[in-house]
T-cell receptor, first 116, second 114 residues
Framework: AQTVTQSQPEMSVQEAETVTLSCTYD???????LFWYKQPPSRQMILVIR??????QNATENRFSVNFQKAAKSFSLKISDSQLGDTAMYFC?????????????FGQGTILTVHP | NAGVTQTPKFQVLKTGQSMTLQCAQD?????MSWYRQDPGMGLRLIHY???????DQGEVPNGYNVSRSTTEDFPLRLLSAAPSQTSVYFC?????????????FGAGTRLSVL
């Protein structure tokens, strides 16, 4: 079974600065997907970024980028130019393609607070 | 498109009461899932479905029942609520292939069992 670990329960950053959230996972699979989801106080789950394990290039979405280290089973999220609206809980998640039937395995979450 | 719709948004139950959390999607997704979110534990899978008439257990299925009679609806039933079922519940859906395996989540239901 897969496990996902987020070792930082809480993080804080000043507005306009950069912050990195950590995520490690354990799997025997070679092909899989990794995700970062954002959950603001509204409780809605919002997909931030997605990485396919067979792609060596790190995914980027505007101010959000990942550092995907497949051998180390590490998948960190970097948020550049942090904004007050980035304040949220962030979840790292794992999915096996094709056989997982859409099921996600989540980490424990990291609460990020952006200070003005 | 409304996406994934969950009702109710909030619910308070007494121990032993029963209730159904509703989930409906209008995207013709084959896959649907129920998760519960608890502090320090992330989201954990309760039950999932790969299509109408087909359901299976996830990581934490005890105390919950599901059925899927149509592609659109996937209700979650608590037959006899317990305080341990106090949680936030999310329904999610996705296509079975393509579309980058993206899960679409409902807005969640906050349930308190007294």
């Amino acid at each position: 079974a897969q496990t996902v670990t987020q070792s930082q329960p809480e993080m804080s950053v000043q507005e306009a600065e950069t912050v990195t959230l950590s995520c490690t996972y354990d799997t025997s699979e070679n092909n899989y997907y990794l995700f970062w989801y954002k959950q603001p106080p509204s409780r809605q789950m919002i997909l931030v970024i997605r990485q396919e394990a067979y792609k060596q290039q790190n995914a980027t979405e505007n101010r959000f980028s990942v550092n995907f280290q497949k051998a180390a089973k590490s998948f960190s999220l970097k948020i550049s130019d942090s904004q007050l609206g980035d304040t949220a809980m962030y979840f790292c998640a794992f999915m096996k393609p094709h056989t997982s039937y859409g099921k996600l395995t989540f980490g424990q979450g990291t609460i990020l607070t952006v200070h003005p | 498109n409304a996406g994934v719709t969950q009702t109710p948004k909030f619910q308070v139950l007494k121990t032993g009461q029963s209730m159904t959390l509703q989930c409906a999607q209008d995207m013709n997704h084959e896959y649907m899932s129920w998760y519960r979110q608890d502090p320090g534990m992330g989201l954990r899978l309760i039950h999932y479905s790969v299509g109408a008439g087909i359901t299976d257990q996830g990581e934490v299925p005890n105390g919950y029942n599901v059925s899927r009679s149509t592609t659109e609806d996937f209700p979650l039933r608590l037959l006899s609520a317990a305080p341990s079922q106090t949680s936030v519940y999310f329904c999610a859906s996705s296509y079975s292939s393509g579309a980058k395996n993206i899960q679409y989540f409902g807005a969640g239901t906050r349930l308190s069992v007294l």
